[in-house]
C-alpha cells in the first residue's frame, strides 16, 4: 500500500535526479518495513536492499554461490530492455572481484591437488 511521500529538502533534492524527486514526493520511494522494533522507514534503496547472496555451499564440482536481487524490477535494471537502457549492478561486482576470485580457485585447486 503506498503512503504519501514528502517533499525533499534543498540539500537531498540537488542529490537526486528528476525520477528520484518525482517517486519521493509521489510515495513510490518510501519503503516501510514492519518489524519487532516497530516500523522503519526507508527512503530508495529497495534494490539494493533486496539484494542477498546464499554463501558459499559444497557441491559436487567444487563451490557454489548464488546471488539474488529478490526485487521484481532487478533484471530490467541489469540488462537493457526495448525501451530502456541497462544500469547493471551484479555483473559489475562480480568483474570488481575477478582477481580475489581468481585468488580462491587457485587457492583450492592447489589444495585439492595436494599443494599448500
Known sequence: ?????????PAA?????ARGR???RSGD????????GGTHVRVGGALKASIESSG????GNGQSVTVT??????K???FPTIRTAAQPFLLPAL??????????????????????
Open 1 to 9: 500500500m503506498r503512503q504519501g511521500g514528502f517533499e525533499p529538502g
Open 13 to 17: 533534492s540537488e542529490a537526486m535526479t
Open 22 to 24: 518525482a517517486e519521493t
Open 29 to 36: 520511494a518510501i519503503h516501510r518495513e514492519e518489524g519487532s
Open 56 to 59: 558459499a555451499v559444497q557441491t
Open 69 to 74: 536481487a529478490a526485487i521484481r524490477y532487478a
Open 76 to 78: 530490467f535494471v541489469e
Open 95 to 116: 568483474h570488481g572481484q575477478r582477481q580475489r576470485l581468481t585468488g580462491l580457485f587457485a587457492t583450492n585447486l592447489r589444495k585439492a591437488l595436494g599443494g599448500r
